[in-house]
């Protein structure tokens, strides 16, 4: 194994211990907005997408798998963070 | 020109940990998720600087497809249907990056490492059980009927487990010879499209109504898994972050609903409440008198209340009563009770499903509190009002060791006053367990349609 990887395990060790305690702090009435939101971030393999749609051969096959992940990723992205939006501008307290 | 890619990843990391750490509180919720989307676009623009991008014409136009679809599903889905729309999101999520993982595999199968073999397998692997898993779980979510199969039943069959272990050992060795066969051929890679796929399914399948939040939640978690073993196809580290984040976060929301439903996840998987039902019907056929009220007396009782607490559940949701529960919350209050709103963690078909509902009737966020903050003071209360919600209220939990659902942490109405419990009729919950609560001397019950109910009550109060 390369370092690269070794090094990207690090990155991915951190990264979840990191999110465990980032999200044990939000309040469970942001449960629902948290897991849209989260979602939508999930939607990063658009990158994924992006990256093997713009660099792949031109067989149709390949233009094919390319751009519906690349479609179905941007979905992901954009309708969860509108909708996160969306039900968070409903959080409210009263008088404000 | 890689350099400022690495750069912008590192901001755009910052940007999601920030958002998410912004989430901890209604107040800066927004914020952090406007914080969110910022880094997700700058991710996304830099991606698109990279000089090995030369095909821009079709990312175009999958860019600008999944935009309007995007947006057009977000605006237009009824905030009662949020669980659906997670879950059809999440699917897309993990189907995208199935693909990305194919995709990978067809331009590298010439020069595939062990190491990028095996990712690629795992992305395939727990990209499609994502979409498979979340498309049956949108369909059961939906009630989605197949003549007299109804999707949103468990479904159960002897056998079952034995079958589905022996199939995930099946996908893991076809998973294990793709990564080390040397031929690498393309129909392995298929077979794992297809066993990965059907897993998703299996998995499902036997879960049933009331376990769906779990569900919902542990299928979040695996979506950014996928991105995350997406990552380490490309070699990618603000795939691995964010990713991470998510898996992180699905993870905790996942135990944080089994601990609410006093179970182990094994448990929620592989059996369900389905398979205890049987033995706890019966035992106690008789429980004594069901005391109905009118809407006239409840009024009354409701209008010499000076603390009401709204315990609202999955029929809230079905009735759409949510509106008409926030009308009669301020007429109360302008009478001069105190009114909360106690929310159970599985309330709902997702982790805070009850919550996004008053939020929308413009229930303030402050009066929503968690069991452990009401019961304690539960003997103090004068009405609670059990609307929809059942087997989250169910004694049993506390008093009856035969139950299944003994151990589970309740919000304890019983010790109430008096206890209202709005219900179309004497069945039983999702769980399919008696409720004692219906029998106790201080419930009344209030037959018929959620939001009709609370309405004639308002209209009573005018």
């Known amino acids: 194994m390369s370092n690269e990887i070794v090094f990207l395990m690090f990155i991915f060790m951190l990264a979840i211990f990191l999110g465990v305690e980032l999200i044990s702090k939000v309040p469970a009435t942001l449960h629902t907005p948290l897991m849209s939101g989260s979602n939508a971030i999930s939607g990063i393999a658009l990158i994924g997408a992006l990256l093997v749609a713009g660099t792949g051969n031109n067989s149709i096959l390949s233009t094919i798998i390319g751009v519906t992940a690349v479609t179905l990723a941007t979905v992901n992205v954009v309708g969860g963070y509108l909708v996160t939006q969306r039900m968070l501008t409903m959080f409210k307290k009263k008088g404000k | ?462």
């Open chain 2, 1 to 462: 020109m890689s350099t400022i890619i690495q750069v912008a990843y590192l901001i755009a990391a910052f940007f999601f940990a920030f958002g998410l750490k912004m989430m901890s509180s209604p107040s800066t919720a927004r914020r952090g998720n406007l914080f969110s989307a910022l880094g997700m676009l700058l991710t996304i623009v830099v991606t698109l600087l990279h000089q090995e991008i030369v095909q821009y014409q079709w990312i175009l136009v999958g860019m600008v497809l999944g935009l309007l679809l995007g947006t057009i599903a977000a605006v237009r889905v009824p905030l009662t249907s949020m669980p659906e729309l997670v879950a059809v999101f999440n699917g897309l999520g993990g189907l995208a990056s199935l693909l990305v993982g194919w995709e990978a595999y067809n331009q590298q199968q010439h020069q595939l490492s062990w190491f990028l073999a095996t990712t690629i397998s795992l992305t395939i692997l727990i990209g499609g059980l994502t979409f498979s898993g979340s498309m049956l779980a949108w369909a059961k979510l939906k009630g989605v009927k197949f003549k007299a199969l109804e999707l949103s039943q468990p479904l159960r069959f002897s056998g079952q487990q034995i079958l589905n272990t022996l199939f995930l050992i099946g996908i893991l060795i076809l998973g294990i010879s793709f990564s080390f066969e040397p031929q690498r051929n393309q129909l392995l890679l298929l077979g794992l499209i297809g066993g990965a796929l059907l897993l998703g399914l299996t998995v499902v399948m036997p879960i049933g109504g009331a376990d769906m939040p779990i569900v919902i939640s542990l299928l979040n978690s695996y979506s950014g898994l996928a991105a995350c073993t997406v990552g380490f196809v490309m070699l990618n580290n603000i795939l691995i972050v964010a990713g991470a984040l998510v898996g992180a976060s699905g993870l905790i929301l996942t135990n944080i609903m089994c601990k609410a439903m006093n179970r182990s996840l094994a448990n929620v998987l592989f059996s369900g409440f389905g398979a205890v039902i049987d033995t706890a019907i019966g035992e106690k056929a008789d429980q004594g008198e069901v005391r109905p009220v009118n809407t006239a007396d409840a009024y009354l009782i409701l209008e010499a209340a000076s603390s009401v607490l709204i315990v609202p559940g999955y029929g809230m949701a079905v009735a759409q009563a949510q509106h008409s529960v926030r009308e009669l919350g301020e007429l109360l209050e302008a009478n001069g009770a105190e009114v909360k709103y106690a929310i159970h963690p599985v309330a709902g078909r997702m982790p805070g499903h009850m919550n996004v509902l008053l939020a929308e009737a413009n229930v303030s966020y402050d009066v929503l509190v968690e069991p452990e903050d009401v019961n304690p003071i539960m003997e103090t209360v004068d009405v609670c009002m059990v609307i929809g919600a059942n087997d989250v209220v169910n004694p049993d939990a506390k008093e009856n060791e035969g139950s299944p659902i003994y151990g589970m942490p309740i919000i304890e109405v019983d010790r109430a006053k008096t206890v209202f419990v709005l219900k179309r009729s004497m069945a039983s919950g999702f769980a399919g367990i008696q409720n004692p609560l219906f029998f106790k001397s201080n419930t009344r019950m209030l037959f018929g349609d959620a939001k009709e109910s609370v309405s004639s009550v308002v209209a009573e109060f005018k």
